[in-house]
T-cell receptor
């Protein structure tokens, strides 16, 4: 099956710093990538959708200046959490889908962010 | 997007068959049904996807009645490692703007 990787798998940072998370589709070209966050014991919450070469579309309530998304190539999308605060601590998961008619989404393993 | 309803939790024992039913009364003509499995601190894993009747792969079967207003994920002979949260999602996977909106899922606990 299709493989999506994320890096890093976990990160601890100080409040006020910025953190970048990478999402890569390893064996297919991802025309669209998605970013989710998940709090303990809760479901995934979609943050934004990004298409290669264009600006991301953010879900209501998600600050685009806080969560910068770049989708510069068909295999790489990045999420940068700017000026991170403890309330940004969460599990961030990306997914990717190809351009086929019934292409499904494949998820990365997730990145655990802890802001001290 | 069609709203889905599935049980919050289910219990089973090793070796049993588990059937998780999802209701999606407002499913649209072009919508597909997709199931994902998620373990703690991992990203969701694709299990199976179908449009109508029955789909089977190496890990599960998906049964979809003619009216497509519900679907049932069937896990044969579950083991302890099948303890996870299972999500049912419905949408037009052929639409380039299609995005997955996750509900609460079904928390399956498999006991020895």
């Amino acid at each position: 099956g299709a493989v999506v990787s994320q890096h890093p798998s976990w990160v601890i940072c100080k409040s006020g710093t910025s953190v970048k998370i990478e999402c890569r589709s390893l064996d297919f070209q991802a025309t669209t990538m998605f970013w989710y966050r998940q709090f303990p014991k809760q479901s995934l919450m979609l943050m934004a959708t990004s298409n290669e070469g264009s600006k991301a579309t953010y879900e209501q309530g998600v600050e685009k200046d806080k969560f910068l998304i770049n989708h510069a190539s068909l295999t790489l999308s990045t999420l940068t959490v700017t000026s991170a605060h403890p309330e940004d601590s969460s599990f961030y998961i990306c997914s990717a889908r190809g351009a086929g008619a019934t292409d499904t989404q494949y998820f990365g393993p997730g990145t655990r962010l802890t802001v001290l | 997007l069609a709203k889905t309803t599935q049980p919050i939790s289910m219990d089973s024992y090793e070796g049993q068959e588990v059937n998780i039913t999802c209701s999606h009364n407002n499913i649209a003509t072009n919508d597909y049904i997709t199931w994902y499995q998620q373990f703690p601190s991992q990203g969701p894993r694709f299990i199976i996807q179908g449009y109508k009747t029955k789909v089977t792969n190496e890990v599960a079967s998906l049964f979809i009645p003619a009216d497509r207003k519900s679907s049932t994920l069937s896990l044969p002979r579950v083991s302890l490692s099948d303890t996870a949260v299972y999500y049912c999602l419905v949408g037009d996977v052929g639409d380039s703007s299609y995005k997955l909106i996750f509900g609460s899922g079904t928390r399956l606990l498999v006991r020895p």
